[in-house]
């Protein structure tokens, strides 16, 4: 068998590859069903050279997990501590899980449905990602019905209307249909904020400063894969 390349960009191109291949068979065939050999076909690699890459199926999928909540997470905190209201850091995280959704499809298929097959350090890692993640979202709940706009609730009984919302969209959604993230972000948010309590004159405000905040500060995009950088100082 050849040797496969080194550890050059070479060979990282090859297993992000490989990775995206895995979320897609993972995704189709789940992720107990899908054999190596499987994996093996479809990127045209001998067990031993796919091992050269992946290491084990189990990291696979944990590589796979990390695709979606590592950027996820980062950008979620990001734009939990804007120093903005929390009604508008609510619509912009809500577009940016939307937009990893609409971009790693099968990802966020094997995310749902196979993280369970995780076990030890890893399991907990990712439990623990999705608590934080759980938690940015309750903070900026707590301050909404804090400032008075939203009326008082459970908080975690409303966090997770929030994520049942959002959550299920990788079931039926079509990347290249009529609804785009920020679409489907206004009209969630429309249904949870009037959900809520907030009054009806919250729901223009908050979309006028979601748009003045993506065409004012491209800097800053809600996309979880891309790196927000700092405009210069004007002057």
Known sequence: MPRPPGHGPGFEVRRQKII???????ARQ???ATSINDLGRAVGLAKGALYYYIGSKENLL???QSRVMGPLLSRARQIADLDMDPLLRLRLLSESLLT???????????Y????????GAELKALLGQRSDFEQLISGLLAEVVEQGTFRAMPPRLATLQFLNLHNHTYQWVQPDGQWDAAFLSRE????LFRGFGAPDHALPKVEERAKAFKRDRPDLPLDPEAEWKSLPAAG
Do not use: K, M, N, Q
């Open 62 to 64: 944990v590589e796979i």
């Open 20 to 26: 995206d291949v895995a979320a897609s068979l993972f």
């Open 30 to 32: 789940g992720y107990a």
């Open 188 to 191: 969630y948010c429309a249904t």
């Open 100 to 110: 990893i959704i609409y971009r790693r499809l099968d990802h966020i298929w094997v």
């Open 112 to 119: 749902e449905h196979d993280y369970r097959s995780l076990s």
